[in-house]
């Protein structure tokens, strides 16, 4: 069993940056394919990036690609999710998620998941 706890989010304005953290705890982190879903009101949950268990490889949502930039230190059970360029189309509860594997992971069926932070993206 894994249990996720997301972190980071907040208020900020069009164009900023802001640095969501996902700690793990239960079963070894690194085992665990990792990655973040978005979503906003009335809309469905959305992918937004992933990243392998050992960290070579990562995966992002065309909508976020050269913007995003997801990580993860297994020495301190975390994942990150570093948001730059922010836009008012980014706002939702970003939500970390956790899988032992990635292609479940990404069409959001993952075993695992935090309960969301909130990301709000003033124009």
């Known amino acids: 069993q894994v249990q996720l706890v997301e972190s980071g989010g907040g208020l900020v304005q069009a164009g900023g940056s802001l640095r969501l953290s996902c700690a793990a705890s239960?079963?070894?982190?690194?085992?665990?394919?990792m990655g973040w879903f978005r979503q906003a009101p009335g809309k469905e949950r959305e992918f937004v990036a992933a990243i392998t268990w050992s960290g070579g490889s990562t995966h992002y949502a065309d909508s976020v690609k050269g913007r995003f930039a997801i990580s993860r230190d297994n020495a301190k059970n975390t994942a990150y999710l570093q948001m730059n360029s922010l836009k008012p189309e980014d706002t939702a509860v970003y939500y970390c998620n956790a899988d032992l594997s990635l292609p479940r992971l990404r069409t959001g069926t993952a075993n695992y998941w935090g309960h969301g932070t909130q990301v709000t993206v003033s124009s």
């Open positions: 239960g079963r070894t982190f690194s085992s665990y394919a």
